[in-house]
């Protein structure tokens, strides 16, 4: 399988513990994002990487957030001090550099906060 | 800022009847414009994209759409819908140029009676 994937698909952590979810993207694909989505709403981004920099980060993404992609390929996000508004689907995509447009999807880490 | 908006939440078709999702963007020049279908437990998968050229795109799985620049539209057709395109529809608009980073409308949930 070569597409965009994401580990744990589902975490429940009680408030105030430390997660971390990894993104492996499609291996030619430079350009990665993370994005939030919360139950009936879109997506919403929080941060983008292009290589190992970290180009962009969303307001959405506090100082309990933390995202990281060293090397270039993988990619984690870590949340700290967890909090019950923390509970989303945590999407991760990735796309090629030329291929604007077409970034491709992981099934996404699902948080539960108890 | 970019934005979408789509104003059905809900859309109930028969199977077999035609189907128009609505789509509207705010940004100040062309934008990148993009569907995406997300089924129950799946990622995003991306049905069909505008960049520039004809205003009528095709995608995959039968679905078209029509950039209406004076109307600032984005609207999803599908002639004749089948029961398992039952799924949550996103609108989305990516800035030209610079990061591209896809925002995404709230998304309108598709029900299919048979």
């Known amino acids: 399988d070569t597409g965009v994937s994401q580990d744990p698909r589902h975490k429940i952590t009680k408030r105030g513990q430390n997660v971390t979810f990894r993104c492996d993207p499609i291996?030619?694909?430079?350009?990665l994002y993370w994005y939030r989505q919360t139950l009936g709403q879109g997506p919403e981004f929080l941060t983008y990487f292009q290589n190992e920099a970290q180009l962009e980060k969303s307001r959405l993404l506090s100082d309990r957030f933390s995202a990281e992609r060293p090397k270039g390929s993988f990619s984690t996000l870590e949340i700290q001090r967890t909090e019950q508004g923390d509970s989303a689907m945590y999407l991760c995509?990735?796309?090629?550099?030329?291929?604007?447009?077409?970034?491709?999807f992981g099934q996404g880490t699902r948080l539960t906060v108890v | 800022a970019q934005s979408v908006t789509q104003p059905d939440i809900h859309i109930t078709v028969s199977e077999g009847a035609s189907l128009e999702l609505r789509c509207n963007y705010s940004?100040?020049?062309?934008?990148?414009l993009f569907w995406y279908v997300q089924s129950p437990g799946q990622g995003l998968q991306l049905l069909l994209k505008?960049?520039?050229?004809?205003?009528l795109v095709q995608g995959i799985k039968g679905f078209e759409a029509e950039f209406k620049r004076s109307q600032s539209s984005f609207n999803l057709r599908k002639p004749s819908v089948h029961w398992s395109d039952a799924a949550e529809y996103f609108c989305?608009?990516?800035?030209?140029?610079?990061?591209?980073?896809?925002?995404f409308g709230r998304g309108t949930s598709l029900i299919v009676h048979p």
């Open positions: 291996s030619e694909h430079n350009r």
């Open positions: 505008y960049f520039s050229g004809d205003t």
């Open positions: 989305a608009v990516g800035a030209q140029g610079g990061s591209y980073i896809p925002t």
């Open positions: 940004y100040g020049a062309t934008p990148y």
């Open positions: 995509a990735s796309r090629a550099a030329a291929r604007l447009g077409e970034a491709f």
